[in-house]
């Protein structure tokens, strides 16, 4: 999408909330409270039983949150969206609905650190297997994938290894081999990249990244595309014979969501429903300094090395720019001599900020090696393969002449 050209989700978002205001306010008000009443018991027998539509218990359905998820629904186009309390909240709550002990995820190494955690240390203590494999190379995949696969699941960029699988040809495999596959698209929000356009069935999202608005929240979304028929699926079968295409969305919210628990908070809600009118805006000015200072970070001779994927040179620029467009995120990496120059830098910096998490409006960097992934073994953090002398940036949105200087200042 070009710079003139309008963004469908900005059309959307001009809209009214899909529930009018009893008041006439302009903004989705914040139903703070646990519980609705009731004039009848026969009401509420019905709104337990799923009859009526209306909201029984904050932990099941709250206002708020429905609203949150109605517009999310609308600028993604999902057919069924289900907001969490965190983005791993909706990786967990996803393979609590479709793996059960016995079934497999083929996935890669390259995670985020407590994604890969949970996929390896988690999930395994409930008897679900992770199959780790290059995502790269598709016949490596279909050899991992059997009768008891779940999902595969994948990165659409994968942080911070910054590596990019083909979307179709993994989507192609896996409906081949009756398996959904599973992305985690944080890195490149719906205003980029539509993730139904490229085969993906389920969706996971941290609300706390772009969607948030600055970091103000943590949140997670689910995003059911509803294009994968849950017959296929050991878990699901006999539900989806009667639900058809609903099976994972009737599972969630009549099940996991309820008893695991892990619900948005409508003020949450609240604060990333203002979050998602501006993100489109954020978005791109983010992505405009990200790609200006992977440019300049290529021209400095203390820097080893670059990466990011709206970079010409870099070896995934030709799929990135075919899924995501010109700005494939507004997060890269870069490489210093050793780990003592990376903390050192980390030391010097004073308008880039000391932090974990992505897409603040303020520019962030980490060392994952020791941060991230600093609890793993030697023998595991082989196995995510994250260099020690590499630095993660997640750019902001600062004076990109002000993040130049002050990297310059921080290696000098």
């Not at 302009?26 to 909201?55: Q, R």
């Not at 999902?78 to 793996?99: D, R, Y």
């Amino acid at each position: 999408m070009t710079d003139k050209e309008i963004c469908p989700i900005t059309d959307i978002l001009a809209k009214s909330f899909p529930q009018k205001d009893a008041h006439g306010s302009i903004s989705m008000p914040v139903y703070i409270t646990a519980a609705f009443e009731f004039e009848t018991a026969e009401a509420m027998e019905d709104a337990f039983l799923g009859k009526s539509g209306k909201h029984t218990y904050t932990r099941i359905s709250n206002p708020t949150v429905e609203a949150f998820e109605a517009r999310v629904q609308a600028a993604s186009g999902a057919k069924h969206v289900m907001a969490v309390a965190s983005g791993m909240a909706a990786i967990s709550s996803v393979f609590m609905t479709i793996a059960s002990a016995g079934s497999n995820i083929v996935t890669s190494p390259h995670l985020f650190g407590n994604t890969f955690s949970l996929f390896l240390f988690t999930l395994k203590e409930f008897g679900v297997e992770v199959r780790f494999c290059n995502l790269l190379d598709i016949k490596e995949v279909e050899k991992q994938i059997d009768e008891n696969t779940c999902a595969v699941f994948t990165e659409i960029i994968t942080n911070p290894h910054m590596e990019v699988a083909d979307l179709t040809a993994l989507a192609k495999l896996a409906h081949q081999k009756g398996v959904p596959l599973i992305a985690d698209s944080t890195i490149v929000p719906w205003t980029a990249f539509k993730a139904s356009d490229f085969g993906v069935d389920i969706e996971v999202v941290s609300g706390t990244k772009y969607i948030s608005g600055g970091a103000t929240s943590i949140g997670g979304l689910i995003l059911d595309y509803q294009t994968f028929d849950w017959r296929q699926s050991k878990k699901l079968n006999s539900l989806a014979k009667k639900t058809g295409e609903r099976a994972f969305q009737i599972k969630f919210r009549g099940e996991i969501g309820r008893n695991m628990g892990a619900v948005m908070a409508p003020q949450t809600a609240f604060l990333q429903n203002l979050g998602l009118e501006t993100v489109d805006l954020r978005f791109r000015e983010a992505g405009r300094n990200c790609l200006e200072l992977a440019r300049f970070l290529q021209g400095l001779p203390k820097i080893k090395s670059v990466n990011y994927n709206g970079l010409p040179s870099d070896p995934f620029y030709e799929i990135s720019k075919k899924q995501f467009g010109d700005y494939p995120g507004a997060m890269l990496t870069f490489s210093l001599e050793d780990r003592a120059a990376c903390f050192a830098f980390v030391n010097r910096v004073k308008i880039i900020r000391r932090a974990t998490n992505l897409f603040d409006n303020k520019s962030l960097i980490i060392h994952p090696e020791s941060t991230i992934y600093g609890t793993l073994t030697p023998e595991y953090k082989k196995i995510v393969e994250v260099p020690d002398n590499m630095l993660r940036l997640s750019v902001g949105l600062e004076n990109v002449e002000d993040l130049k200087a002050d990297i310059l200042q921080a290696l000098n």
